[in-house]
C-alpha cells in the first residue's frame, strides 16, 4: 500500500490500525517520495520515541531520512505496551488511594473491602490506545513530513543496505531504534498462564485476576505496577532481591515513599527470592513460593507479575554487523551514539537503560545532530527522574547522602520540617492534595532541596506528592545552569505549587548564611 500523496485523517489512521492490528494484516504501508531523489542520510531501524524524534531532527537540518517499523504505527512500545498503560494504571492508582482514603466520607461511594476489575482497565486501554497511535502517524506523516514504511518486516544487508520485500533502500547511516522487552528470568513456573510482563498484561489478560498479587522485582516497573494492583484492594506481595526502588537515592524521601506504600497495604520482601510459581491441573498459577531471610515462604495466588527490567531486541542485527553488546545484549555506544562500526548508530531502549521515553527521544536526536555534522553528546546520568507509587516521585541532581559526600556545607530545606509529630503536618500538599491535607496530613507529600551553603547553588531536589513533574523538568535545566537559592527566591510562584521550592528559598534567600529549614 502506497499512501505517499494521500491525506490519511487522523480517524482514518485509527481505523487502519485498529484493523490492521485486529486483522494481523501483513501488507507494508509505504510513505516514500518519489520525486525525492537524493539517497537518503539516515534510516532509523524502529519508529518509537528514539527513531521518531531522530528522524524528524535530522529531517528539520535538512536531511533525507527513512523510518522503518514493524508496527503499523508509530510511537513503538510507548504508546502500545509501555509508558502509556503504566501513566494509566499509575492515575487509577492514585485515583484509587484517594477513593480509598475517603471511602464513604463526603461524596465518595464505600469501596471498603471492594476489589476493582484490572481486566476492565486493561480492555479500556486496548481499546483506546489506537487513538494516540492515529495521532503518531498523522503528525509524522502531515505535520513533520517524514519518510516510512510501516507494518513492515525488514532484512540489514549491510550497513549502508536494508531490504524490505523486494525493495532495497541504500543509505548512508543506519541507526538502530529497535526498541528492548520485558526480562522473563528462567525460574520455574514462568511459562504458566498467569504469569505476566507489563507487556503481556496489556496483550493477554483475559481474566479477572484473584485477590493476592506477587509482583517479582524493585525496580520501577514492578513497583508502579504493583501500587496499581494493590490499588484495585487486591493483597500486593513485592519480592525483591535487593532493596526496592533503589533508584531514588535520598534516603529520607525514599523512606517516605515506601512508608506511605505499606501505609496503603503493600508488602515487600527485600533481600528475597521467588524459587518456583506452582500451577494447576489446567496449567494455570496456583501459588508461588518465596526464599526470605526467615525461610520458605508459600504465598496462594493466581497472578505473578515480573518487573524486572528488560533485554534488548538486538541479538540478529548485532551478530549480522558485528556490533559489540553488554553481557545483556544491550549495544554499546558512544556519547555520539556511535557504536563500534563506524556509520552504524544506536538510540533508546536497545543502548540499555533506563527505559525511559526522555532518553530514547533525546538520543535519537542526538544522533541525527551527529549524523548532519552537528558534533553532539549525550549524557543521561544529568536527565531528572520520576516513577510512580501511588504517588509521583520526581528527583534531580544529587541526594543529600551525595551531597554531604562532596559538600562541607550542605544546607536542606524540606516539608513537612522535622518536627515533634514527625509527618502529621500538612505540608507539602499542593493541587490534588488538599484533601489528604485537612483530614490525612501525613500524605499530603514529601519534599526537599538540597543546597550548598558556600556557592548558594541547588544541588539536588526530590518530590513525593502530585504535580511536579512540570515543574522538574525546567528546574532540572537550570540547575545544570548553576540556580542559586538567590535566583529561585526571585522567580514568580503561582500559589499553591506543589513543590514550595520558590516560597522557602525566598524565605531565607536574604541570609548571607543561611540554615536548614
Ligand atoms: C509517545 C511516542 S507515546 S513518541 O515519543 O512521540 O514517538
Given at each position: 500500500m502506497d499512501v505517499w500523496g494521500d491525506c490519511l485523517t487522523i480517524e482514518k489512521w485509527q481505523h487502519f490500525v485498529a484493523e490492521t492490528l485486529e486483522s494481523g494484516n501483513s501488507t507494508p504501508v509505504f510513505n516514500i517520495n518519489p520525486n525525492d531523489t537524493r539517497e537518503f542520510d539516515a534510516i532509523f531501524l524502529g519508529g518509537g520515541a528514539a527513531g521518531r524524534f531522530g528522524a524528524a531532527y535530522l529531517r528539520a537540518l535538512g536531511g533525507r531520512v527513512l523510518i522503518l517499523d514493524?508496527?503499523?504505527?508509530?510511537?513503538?512500545?510507548?504508546?502500545?505496551?509501555?509508558c502509556v498503560p503504566h501513566h494509566l494504571f499509575s492515575d487509577c492508582a492514585a485515583q484509587l488511594m484517594l477513593e480509598r482514603t475517603f471511602s464513604g466520607k463526603l461524596w465518595f461511594q464505600n469501596l471498603n473491602d471492594k476489589i476493582v476489575s484490572i481486566k476492565d482497565i486493561v480492555e479500556l486501554f486496548r481499546t483506546g490506545r489506537t487513538g494516540p497511535h492515529a495521532v503518531m502517524n498523522f503528525q509524522s506523516k502531515e505535520q513533520l513530513g517524514l519518510e516510512f514504511v510501516l507494518n513492515a518486516e525488514f532484512e540489514i544487508i549491510d550497513a549502508h543496505t536494508v531490504q524490505v520485500g523486494d525493495r532495497k533502500f541504500h543509505v548512508k547511516n543506519l541507526v538502530l531504534a529497535l526498541g528492548a522487552k520485558p526480562f522473563v528470568p528462567d525460574i520455574p513456573g514462568a511459562t504458566l498462564k498467569g504469569v505476566f510482563t507489563s507487556q503481556t498484561l496489556v496483550e493477554n489478560l483475559d481474566f479477572e485476576p484473584g485477590n493476592t498479587i506477587v509482583v517479582i522485582g524493585g525496580g520501577k516497573s514492578a513497583i508502579e505496577y504493583g501500587c496499581f494492583f494493590n490499588a484495585t484492594g487486591r493483597r500486593t506481595i513485592v519480592v525483591a532481591r535487593n532493596q526496592v526502588m533503589p533508584m531514588l537515592k535520598d534516603a529520607e524521601s525514599r523512606a517516605y515513599a515506601i512508608l506511605m506504600m505499606e501505609e496503603q497495604g503493600m508488602e515487600f520482601f527485600e533481600?528475597?527470592?521467588?524459587?518456583e510459581i506452582q500451577g494447576d491441573a489446567q496449567g494455570k498459577v496456583r501459588s508461588v513460593s518465596i526464599k526470605t531471610s526467615d525461610g520458605i515462604i508459600d504465598i496462594d495466588t493466581d497472578f505473578v507479575f515480573m518487573g524486572l527490567g528488560e533485554q534488548a531486541n538486538s541479538e540478529i542485527i548485532a551478530q549480522k554487523l558485528g556490533l559489540e553488546t553488554s553481557d545483556k545484549g544491550f549495544i554499546k555506544v558512544n556519547r555520539h551514539m556511535q557504536t563500534s562500526v563506524p556509520h552504524v548508530y544506536a538510540v533508546g531502549d536497545v543502548t540499555g537503560p533506563p527505559m525511559e521515553m526522555f532518553k530514547a527521544r533525546k538520543e535519537g536526536v542526538c544522533a541525527a545532530k551527529n549524523i548532519m555534522g552537528q558534533a553532539s553528546e549525550y549524557k543521561t546520568a544529568d536527565y531528572p527522574d520520576f516513577m510512580h507509587t501511588h504517588y509521583e516521585a520526581c528527583w534531580l541532581g544529587l541526594s543529600e547522602e551525595e551531597a554531604r559526600q562532596r559538600y562541607a556545607n550542605v544546607k536542606i530545606m524540606k516539608l513537612p520540617p522535622d518536627n515533634p509529630n514527625g509527618l502529621d503536618v500538612g505540608l507539602p500538599a499542593g493541587d490534588r492534595m488538599m484533601l489528604y491535607l485537612m483530614a490525612?496530613?501525613?500524605?499530603s507529600g514529601f519534599q526537599k532541596l538540597i543546597l550548598?551553603?558556600?556557592?548558594?547553588?541547588?544541588l539536588g531536589a526530590t518530590h513525593i506528592g502530585y504535580g511536579a513533574k512540570d515543574g522538574f523538568q525546567y528546574l532540572n535545566y537550570l540547575v545544570k545552569k548553576g540556580l542559586t537559592i538567590d535566583d529561585l527566591a526571585d522567580m514568580d510562584e503561582l500559589?499553591?505549587?506543589?513543590?514550595?521550592f520558590i516560597q522557602l528559598c525566598r524565605l531565607r534567600a536574604g541570609d548571607p548564611h543561611f540554615n536548614d529549614m
Open positions: 514493524r508496527w503499523p504505527f508509530l510511537g513503538g512500545s510507548c504508546p502500545h505496551q509501555a533481600n528475597a527470592e521467588v524459587m490525612k496530613p501525613r500524605m550548598d551553603g558556600d556557592t548558594r547553588k541547588i500559589f499553591i505549587s506543589p513543590s514550595y
